[in-house]
C-alpha cells in the first residue's frame, strides 16, 4: 500500500471539500444536455433523410420522363424519315444531321482520356421492301450493298430478330419498337486487364440497338415497305451513366463499389444501362438471350461474367430488387434499400418510364430508372446536422467543465499554497535524495531553516558535494582509458588498411602451419575465396600444385630462418612467374608462427625480357647496318666489273651465261643488304591521330585481286565506330601488308582469309586469320627474332619489322596457332597512349 504523506494529506483534505460538490453539479447538467441532444439528433435525422429520399425519387422520375420524351421524338424522326424520298444520299444525310453529345472514356488504361462527341443516334438507316428484302441500307455513315432478305429471322444481325416481320402486320399509323438487343459482353471481355469497370478503358464496349419499325402503305392501304431506324444503345447509356447522388452529381464514370450510380431496366426486368457491361441484356453467338444471373447460376458462369441481371430473378440478392420491378410495372415511384452484388448497401430510389409502342404496348412503361446512393452518402446531410448539434452540445459542456476546472484549479492552488509552508522543506530534502540516486550529485539543497531540518539539509549538502568529487576522477578515469582504445584502435585500423590495400599477398601460418588469415591481394592473385576459422595450408593451395612443392621443402625449415623461390606456372593459357617467401611473424618474440608473402611478378618478368629482347634486336640492327655498309661498296664494285666483263663476252655465249647468273645473284645479295639496311636504320613512327579504317580498306584493297588468283576467300568486318588514335599510316601499312602477305603465302592451294576490326574497352583490337598450314607450337616465340623464317627463302625480317612498327604504336601483337589449323595474329592498339 502506498505511502501518503503529510502534505498529501492536507492537500486531500482541503480539495475533497472544495471538488465534491462541483463534481455532482457538473455530472447533472451533463446527463439533462445528452438527453436533449439525443431528441434533437433524433427529429433533425428523420426530417433530413425523408427530404434526402424526396429529392432522389424526383431525380430519378426527371430522369424517366426525359427518356420517354427522347424515345417520342425518336418517333417523329421516323414520321420525318417516311416523307422523304427513299434515296442513299437522303438517308445517309439523315443520319448525319441526328445527332445527339456522348461522354465518354478513351485512351488507355494508364492514361484515359475524357472525350464529348455529336455521335449519329441511330446505328442504322433501312428501307426493307414488302417481300422482306432490303432495299436500302445505311450502317455507321456507310450505305451498304450487302441487301439482306429480313422474312427470314436468321439474316438479321442478331440471327433471330423479327421486327419486320412484326412490322409489316401493323395498320397504317403504327410503329414497332422492340427490346435492346446486341451481342452479350463477358466480364472478361470489358475489365481486360483492369481490376474495375471504372479502370477498364481499352475493355470490350456493349454495342446494342432499340429498332423502331414503321410500315409504308399506299392510297389503297397495300403493303409498300417497311421503314426501320435503330437506335444506338450508347444514347441510352447517357441518361444513367453519368448520374452520381454526391455533390458532384455528374461524372465521366461511376464507381461501382461506392454504390452512388444508376441504371435502366426494361418492362421484363432486364438491366439496359449500367457500369458493368455483363450486367446488360444480351444475345449468345446463337442469338439467343443469355440466362439471368439466378441463385442457381454456376460459378463458371459468374467467374466469366455470362450473367446479365433480371431484377425478376434477383431476389436472392437482396429481396427488394424484384419489389422495385414489380412497383414499376405498376406506374409507381418508390424507394427501397437494397444491396448490390459488391456489397455496397445503398438506398435506392426507382421511377418508371411511360411508353406504350410496339412490345411495351401491354406493360405501358418502357422500364424504369433507379438512382443508387451508398447509405453513408444518402445520410450525409442527417450525420452532418447530427453532427453539428452533438458539437455545439459539446461546445457548452466543456464552457461548463471549464468554468468547474478553473474553479477547481484556484482551490488547489490555495491548498497548495498552505500546506507547502507545512511540508515544503521535507520535500526539498526528499528531492535532493531522489535527484542523487538518478546521478545528479552536485545538487544542493536550500532550506533556509535553523532548527533539526536545517543540520539535516547541511549533512546532506556535505555528503552530495564528496561523492560529486569521487565521480569526476571515475569520469576522468574512464576518459583516458577512452583515449588510449582510441589510439590502438586507429592503429590496428591503419595496419589493417595497409595489409589491405599492398599488392603483394600475404598469409599469415601458425605453429602448425595453418592458415589463420589472408588479405585481398593473395585472394586476387591465387584466386581465393574468403575462409572462416583457419585452413591447413596445403588444403588452402590445393588447386595450385605447382606452389605446393616448394612450400612442402620450405615448412619443416627452422620458423626464425627466411626462404624465397621464385615458380614459374601456367594458368588459362597465361604463364605466370609468383615469388614465395616465408618470413617469421614476430622477429623478436618466441612465437613459431609465420608469415607466407605471395608476388606475382609475371608483367615485371615479361617487361625484363622485352627490354633484353628490344637490347637484342637493337644490338643486331647496328651489327647488320655496320656489315651491311660493308659489304655494299666491294658488291658495287664487283657488279660494275661483272657488267663491263659481260659486254665484252659478246662472242663466248657460254661465258656470258655464267656472268648473267652472277649478276643475278649480285642483285639478290644487293636486296638482302638492302633489308639489312631497313631493319637497322628503321626511323621512329610520326604519330598523329588518323582513322584506322581506311587505312585496312586500303591494304585489302591492293590483297583482294591476290587472293581471287590463290582461291583464297577474304571476309572483312571493320567497325565504323573506330575513333582516330595516334598512328603512322605508312608504317601501319608496311606492318599489316607483311601481316597478309604471309597468310596468303600460307594458303598455295586456297583457303579462307579474314580481317576483323573493332573497338574493346579503350585499345583497338584487329584480329587476322588465316585458315593455313599453321605454326608449330616450338616455332611461336621465335618467329618475331630476326633471320628467322620458315619458307625456305626470303630473309626473315618481315615480322621482326611488323613487331618493332606495332611497338613503336605502344601496341601488342599475339598469336594463336596450331598445325594444320590456321594461324591468327591479334593486334592491340591503345587509344590513348597517355
Request: glycine share 6%.
Amino acid at each position: 500500500m502506498p505511502r501518503i504523506n503529510l502534505h498529501q494529506k492536507v492537500l486531500f483534505a482541503f480539495l475533497v471539500l472544495a471538488f465534491v460538490p462541483l463534481a455532482f453539479l457538473a455530472s447533472y447538467s451533463t446527463g439533462n444536455l445528452r438527453e436533449v441532444e439525443v431528441y434533437l439528433r433524433d427529429s433533425a435525422t428523420r426530417a433530413l433523410d425523408q427530404q434526402a429520399a424526396k429529392a432522389l425519387e424526383l431525380r430519378a422520375q426527371m430522369v424517366a420522363e426525359d427518356v420517354a420524351l427522347f424515345l417520342r421524338r425518336i418517333e417523329q424522326d421516323l414520321y420525318d424519315l417516311a416523307l422523304i424520298p427513299p434515296r442513299p444520299e437522303n438517308y445517309l444525310r439523315f443520319q448525319q444531321h441526328h445527332r445527339r453529345p456522348v461522354w465518354y472514356r478513351a485512351g488507355t488504361n494508364a492514361e484515359p482520356v475524357e472525350v464529348r462527341e455529336n455521335v449519329p443516334l441511330y446505328r442504322e438507316v433501312t428501307l426493307v421492301g414488302a417481300d422482306g428484302r432490303e432495299r436500302l441500307r445505311i450502317e455507321n455513315g456507310v450505305p451498304r450493298t450487302d441487301l439482306r432478305d429480313l422474312s427470314d429471322p436468321r439474316n438479321t444481325t442478331y440471327l433471330t430478330e423479327d421486327y419486320f416481320l412484326r412490322a409489316r402486320e401493323l395498320p397504317p399509323g403504327e410503329i414497332h419498337v422492340t427490346h435492346l438487343t446486341g451481342w452479350h459482353v463477358g466480364k472478361q471481355e470489358q475489365l481486360g486487364d483492369a481490376a474495375t469497370p471504372e479502370e477498364a478503358v481499352e475493355g470490350a464496349k456493349y454495342e446494342g440497338v432499340v429498332r423502331f419499325a414503321k410500315p409504308l402503305h399506299d392510297q389503297d392501304g397495300a403493303l409498300q415497305a417497311v421503314l426501320v431506324l435503330s437506335l444506338d444503345h450508347r444514347h441510352l447509356m447517357a441518361f444513367t451513366q453519368h448520374i452520381t447522388p454526391t455533390a458532384e452529381n455528374y461524372v465521366l464514370f461511376p464507381s461501382y463499389d461506392s454504390g452512388n450510380y444508376a441504371f435502366m431496366f426494361d418492362d421484363e426486368g432486364w438491366i439496359i444501362t449500367h457500369p458493368k457491361f455483363w450486367n446488360l441484356r444480351g444475345l449468345d453467338a446463337q442469338g439467343r438471350l443469355v440466362p439471368p444471373y439466378r441463385v442457381d447460376s454456376s460459378s463458371e458462369e459468374i467467374e466469366a461474367g455470362r450473367i446479365p441481371y433480371n431484377l425478376f430473378y434477383a431476389g436472392f440478392i437482396h429481396p427488394n430488387y424484384p419489389v422495385a420491378a414489380q412497383a414499376v410495372l405498376r406506374s409507381d415511384l418508390g424507394v427501397v434499400d437494397v444491396t448490390n452484388v459488391g456489397g455496397s448497401q445503398k438506398i435506392m430510389a426507382y421511377a418508371p418510364i411511360p411508353y406504350d409502342r410496339g412490345v411495351y404496348r401491354d406493360s405501358g412503361v418502357f422500364g424504369g430508372i433507379t438512382i443508387g446512393a451508398e447509405l453513408r452518402q444518402f445520410h450525409q446531410a442527417a450525420l452532418e446536422t447530427s453532427a453539428f448539434i452533438r458539437a455545439e452540445v459539446t461546445r457548452f459542456m466543456h464552457r461548463s467543465w471549464l468554468l468547474v476546472t478553473l474553479t477547481m484549479a484556484v482551490v488547489f492552488a490555495v491548498a497548495w499554497w498552505l500546506t507547502q509552508g507545512i511540508t515544503g522543506p521535507l520535500l526539498r530534502l526528499t528531492e535532493g535524495t531522489r535527484q542523487m540516486a538518478r546521478g545528479k550529485l552536485a545538487g544542493v539543497v536550500t532550506v533556509s531553516r535553523q532548527d533539526e531540518v536545517g543540520e539535516l539539509t547541511e549533512s546532506f549538502n556535505a555528503m552530495a558535494r564528496e561523492l560529486e568529487n569521487r565521480r569526476r576522477r571515475l569520469v576522468d578515469s574512464l576518459a583516458a582509458l577512452r583515449r588510449s582504445r582510441t589510439e590502438i584502435m586507429r592503429e590496428r585500423n591503419f595496419k589493417r588498411t595497409v595489409l589491405e590495400n599492398i599488392e603483394t599477398g600475404i598469409l599469415t601460418l601458425d605453429e602448425d602451419s595453418r592458415v589463420t588469415s589472408l588479405n585481398g591481394a593473395v585472394r586476387k592473385i591465387l584466386v581465393l575465396g574468403k575462409m572462416s576459422g583457419s585452413v591447413d595450408l596445403l588444403d588452402c593451395l590445393a588447386q595450385w600444385p605447382e606452389l605446393l612443392e616448394p612450400l612442402r621443402e620450405a615448412l619443416p625449415l627452422n620458423p626464425s630462418e627466411r626462404w624465397a623461390r621464385y615458380v614459374k606456372l601456367e594458368r588459362q593459357g597465361r604463364v605466370m612467374t609468383v615469388r614465395l617467401a616465408l618470413v617469421p611473424l614476430l622477429a623478436q618474440a618466441e612465437t613459431k608462427g609465420r608469415i607466407l608473402t605471395v608476388e606475382d611478378l609475371t608483367e615485371r618478368v615479361n617487361m625484363r625480357e622485352h627490354l633484353e629482347r628490344m637490347e637484342r634486336l637493337a644490338s643486331l640492327g647496328r651489327l647488320s647496318a655496320g656489315i651491311a655498309h660493308e659489304i655494299r661498296n666491294p658488291l658495287t664494285g664487283i657488279s660494275i666489273m661483272l657488267d663491263d666483263l659481260h659486254d665484252r663476252l659478246l662472242s663466248n655465249p657460254a661465258d656470258r651465261s655464267l656472268i648473267q647468273r652472277a649478276l643475278q645473284e649480285m642483285e639478290r645479295l644487293e636486296g638482302l643488304v638492302n633489308e639489312l639496311l631497313t631493319f637497322a636504320t628503321t626511323a621512329h613512327s610520326t604519330l598523329k591521330p588518323s582513322p584506322l579504317a581506311p587505312v585496312l580498306r586500303d591494304i585489302l584493297f591492293l590483297v583482294e585481286k591476290q587472293c581471287e588468283r590463290s582461291n583464297i576467300q577474304l571476309d572483312q568486318s571493320i567497325a565504323e565506330n573506330i575513333p582516330p588514335f595516334p598512328l603512322d599510316p605508312a608504317k601501319i601499312k608496311q606492318a599489316f601488308l607483311n601481316l597478309l602477305t604471309n597468310a596468303i603465302a600460307a594458303m598455295p592451294e586456297g583457303g579462307h582469309l579474314s580481317v576483323a576490326a573493332e573497338v574493346c574497352a579503350d585499345q583497338v583490337r584487329v584480329v587476322i586469320k588465316d585458315s593455313g598450314e599453321g605454326i608449330a607450337e616450338e616455332r611461336l616465340p621465335l618467329i618475331f627474332e630476326p633471320f628467322y623464317t620458315s619458307k625456305g627463302e626470303g630473309t626473315g625480317l618481315g615480322l621482326s619489322i611488323t613487331h618493332n612498327i606495332v611497338s613503336d604504336h605502344g601496341g601488342r601483337i599475339e598469336v594463336k596457332s596450331q598445325p594444320g589449323q590456321g594461324a591468327e595474329f591479334i593486334l592491340w592498339f591503345p587509344l590513348n597512349r597517355g
